[in-house]
């Protein structure tokens, strides 16, 4: 009796086989279709928009139905079994046209926290003002990551003939890897360490991992969250003591833009067909409105900020009034990329489009 499975048995049997000469090479003309693509490089490289042309670049509006990780494009057996996890298979609810655009940029544009920050310019700083940047640190390490969580618990069940946008979604739990590191890098590496949590963006936290679909969970992370996030490391000049935050904020901020780009054009592109979801989307971006205003409640976010935005514990309120413009800003800019994906949020906004004036004019 054999000491092999049977499937063993047979694989050594068509292996001997061979040995004798016994070949298929039927898969040598299984595509004949997809046979003879030449791609030419464009001027930065061979991105994925210079090799995906002609029939490979064609992405269906719903993909393949046979549920595998079969590459587009290519000849698929009968007898393929599907994997059973890929559910979203309207391109639609994950597509962007700027996907392959933005992984060609993600892969080129990755940078490290071990080399690319001057830490040999760390100084000693005021203690107000190290533990300010201590608190934010363990700020921007706490949420970091749900940026990429998000990504990671959506990709399993997005149909593989859309791999444009799961390699950009690949390209962005990277970044977000980077990112927490690095702000936690940053507040134990002078003479500080890490201050206290925060249990109201927990809340914000939950509303992105929680979303009932991919495209609200898009909408919230990529618009809202990370679109604050945006236009806050744009202005970290203010938030940063040293060289090395302002390195920092610029390295994070060329990621962000890129999430960011992302989630406006796959809304963009989701509501131009689903106008049904309006309203589904307008209530997350509500529930979102609302967290992030419960954090004007909490000491341990915004004070540190202002004694940042300030230059000293001295000065937190004149750092409050800057918070109001920046704010400001975040609203701004937050309204106009919704209005590029099509979607009039002003009227409907849970929270003012304005800070009053809250001191002198700076
Ligand atoms: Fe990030
Ligand atoms: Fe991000």
Same mark, same amino acid.
């Given at each position: 009796m054999s000491a092999y499975s049977p499937v063993v048995e047979e694989g050594l049997e068509r292996m001997l086989a061979m040995v004798r000469g016994d070949f298929d090479l039927s898969w040598m003309d299984s595509n004949p279709t997809g046979w003879g693509h030449r791609v030419q490089p464009g001027a930065s490289g061979l991105g994925l928009r210079d090799v995906d042309t002609g029939a490979y670049g064609v992405v269906p509006e719903y993909g393949s139905s046979h549920g595998s990780m079969a590459p587009r494009g290519c000849f698929v057996p009968a007898d393929t079994p599907s994997l059973g996890m890929y559910?979203? %298979?309207?391109? &639609? *609810?994950?597509?962007? @046209? %700027? #996907?392959? /655009?933005l992984y060609d940029e993600a892969v080129t544009r990755q940078w490290n926290s071990v080399t690319d920050v001057p830490w040999h310019k760390l100084q000693k700083l005021p203690d107000d003002i190290e533990k300010a940047v201590c608190q934010m640190c363990t700020n921007f390490t706490e949420v970091e990551f749900v940026a990429g969580d998000m990504p990671a618990k959506w990709l399993c069940h997005i149909n593989h003939d859309f791999h444009e946008v799961k390699l950009f979604l690949a390209t962005q739990i990277m970044d977000e890897?980077? +990112? /927490?590191?690095?702000?936690?890098?940053?507040?134990? #590496? %002078?003479?500080?360490?890490?201050? /206290?949590?925060?249990?109201? %963006?927990?809340?914000?936290?939950? #509303? !992105?991992?929680?979303?009932?679909?991919? *495209? $609200?969970?898009? #909408?919230?992370? +990529?618009?809202?969250?990370?679109?604050? !996030?945006?236009?806050?490391?744009?202005?970290?000049?203010?938030?940063?003591? $040293? =060289?090395? =935050?302002?390195? !920092?904020?610029?390295?994070? /901020?060329? @990621? =962000? &833009?890129? +999430?960011?780009?992302?989630?406006?054009?796959h809304l963009q592109y989701f509501v131009a067909r689903h106008p049904e979801m309006m309203e589904e989307i307008h209530h997350i971006l509500g529930l979102g409105e609302e967290a992030i205003f419960r954090l004007t409640l909490e000491p341990q976010t915004l004070e540190p900020r202002a004694i940042l935005a300030g230059k000293g514990v001295e000065n937190i309120q004149l750092g409050m009034t800057r918070l109001a413009f920046l704010y400001n800003k975040q609203i701004t800019e937050y309204l106009q990329r919704l209005k590029i994906a099509g979607i009039d949020r002003l009227p409907r906004m849970k929270i003012p489009a304005e800070l009053p004036a809250l001191g002198p004019e700076v």
């Amino acid at each position: 009796m054999s000491a092999y499975s049977p499937v063993v048995e047979e694989g050594l049997e068509r292996m001997l086989a061979m040995v004798r000469g016994d070949f298929d090479l039927s898969w040598m003309d299984s595509n004949p279709t997809g046979w003879g693509h030449r791609v030419q490089p464009g001027a930065s490289g061979l991105g994925l928009r210079d090799v995906d042309t002609g029939a490979y670049g064609v992405v269906p509006e719903y993909g393949s139905s046979h549920g595998s990780m079969a590459p587009r494009g290519c000849f698929v057996p009968a007898d393929t079994p599907s994997l059973g996890m890929y559910d979203l %298979n309207e391109k &639609a *609810t994950v597509w962007s @046209d %700027n #996907a392959a /655009m933005l992984y060609d940029e993600a892969v080129t544009r990755q940078w490290n926290s071990v080399t690319d920050v001057p830490w040999h310019k760390l100084q000693k700083l005021p203690d107000d003002i190290e533990k300010a940047v201590c608190q934010m640190c363990t700020n921007f390490t706490e949420v970091e990551f749900v940026a990429g969580d998000m990504p990671a618990k959506w990709l399993c069940h997005i149909n593989h003939d859309f791999h444009e946008v799961k390699l950009f979604l690949a390209t962005q739990i990277m970044d977000e890897a980077r +990112h /927490m590191d690095v702000f936690r890098k940053r507040a134990l #590496a %002078n003479g500080g360490g890490l201050l /206290m949590a925060s249990p109201g %963006n927990e809340a914000l936290l939950a #509303a !992105i991992l929680q979303a009932p679909n991919y *495209t $609200t969970a898009s #909408a919230l992370m +990529h618009i809202f969250g990370e679109g604050f !996030i945006l236009t806050l490391f744009r202005a970290g000049e203010f938030l940063a003591p $040293t =060289e090395v =935050e302002k390195t !920092i904020f610029r390295l994070c /901020m060329q @990621d =962000e &833009a890129r +999430h960011v780009a992302y989630g406006v054009k796959h809304l963009q592109y989701f509501v131009a067909r689903h106008p049904e979801m309006m309203e589904e989307i307008h209530h997350i971006l509500g529930l979102g409105e609302e967290a992030i205003f419960r954090l004007t409640l909490e000491p341990q976010t915004l004070e540190p900020r202002a004694i940042l935005a300030g230059k000293g514990v001295e000065n937190i309120q004149l750092g409050m009034t800057r918070l109001a413009f920046l704010y400001n800003k975040q609203i701004t800019e937050y309204l106009q990329r919704l209005k590029i994906a099509g979607i009039d949020r002003l009227p409907r906004m849970k929270i003012p489009a304005e800070l009053p004036a809250l001191g002198p004019e700076v």
